[in-house]
């Protein structure tokens, strides 16, 4: 299994078309000052607890600072069997702009 690369755009139209799981790889800190809406924050003390408990038929969209680390991370939940799995460009620092330029 591969993952794709999504961009900021495509991210935000898929969230609005159909549930998906959004997997923050990001460092706990991080994620408590920020994160996307229903974003879970994964990392090396619970990512065997998320991925048994997901549902690995929903499109998973993984995120990181600036887009570069999600991309190994998917690769490896496309490995554990998530069937349709992104890393999105930018990462959350794209996606805290997009917000910028909504408000």
């Not at 998320?50 to 570069?68: A, N, R």
């Not at 991309?71 to 069937?83: E, H, I, T």
């Amino acid at each position: 299994m591969n993952f794709k690369r999504i961009s900021i755009e495509d991210t935000l139209q898929l969230v609005a078309q159909k549930p998906v799981l959004i997997f923050d790889i990001r460092d706990p800190q991080s994620f408590a000052v920020g994160r996307m809406p229903r974003a879970i924050n994964v990392n090396n003390q619970n990512v065997a607890d998320v991925i048994e408990s997901s549902d690995k038929t929903q499109p998973l969209i993984v995120v990181c600072y600036h887009g570069h680390s999600s991309q190994p991370a998917a690769q490896y939940f496309a490995a554990q069997g998530f069937a349709e799995v992104y890393s999105m460009d930018g990462g959350f620092e794209v996606w805290k702009l997009s917000q910028a330029v909504e408000s």
